[in-house]
Nanobody, 124 residues
Framework: QAQLVEFGGGLVQTGGSLTLSCKGD????????LAWFRQAPGKEREFVAG????????RYADDVQGRFTIARDDNKNSVLLQMDSLRPEDTAVYYC?????????????????WGQGTQVTVSS
């Protein structure tokens, strides 16, 4: 099973920025699509952003488009989520996920290949 570990969560004020990172080993990241999901209290987990194996294609949820940026660094076996203009509704536990293709990573239906999550709290 892939080992994915998220870092970078914390408390930030509305309008602020935060960068999340997800790290794994070379075998986990090589050739894989990667995605970020989030789950707020009382809500289902939802897709946030995804990136394909080469970094050439990305996809974003409508409510983060233009505010969040996903990028991967295969030299460091990591995927980043730069979050700007944060809002209270962005408060959630953020999870890293990997799958074979961008489409399947965005779908997030695989039971395996999830990190443990990192808490992001945006205060109003």
């Amino acid at each position: 099973q892939a080992q994915l570990v998220e870092f970078g969560g914390g408390l930030v004020q509305t309008g602020g920025s935060l960068t999340l990172s997800c790290k794994g080993d070379k075998k986990t990241f090589s050739g894989a699509a990667l995605a970020w999901f989030r789950q707020a209290p009382g809500k289902e987990r939802e897709f946030v952003a995804g990136i394909n194996w080469s970094g050439g294609r990305t996809r974003y949820a409508d409510d983060v488009q233009g505010r969040f940026t996903i990028a991967r660094d295969d030299n460091k076996n990591s995927v980043l989520l730069q979050m700007d203009s944060l809002r209270p509704e962005d408060t959630a536990v953020y999870y890293c996920h990997k799958d074979r293709t961008l489409s399947t990573a965005v779908a997030g239906t695989a039971l395996d290949y999830w990190g443990q999550g990192t808490q992001v709290t945006v205060s109003s």
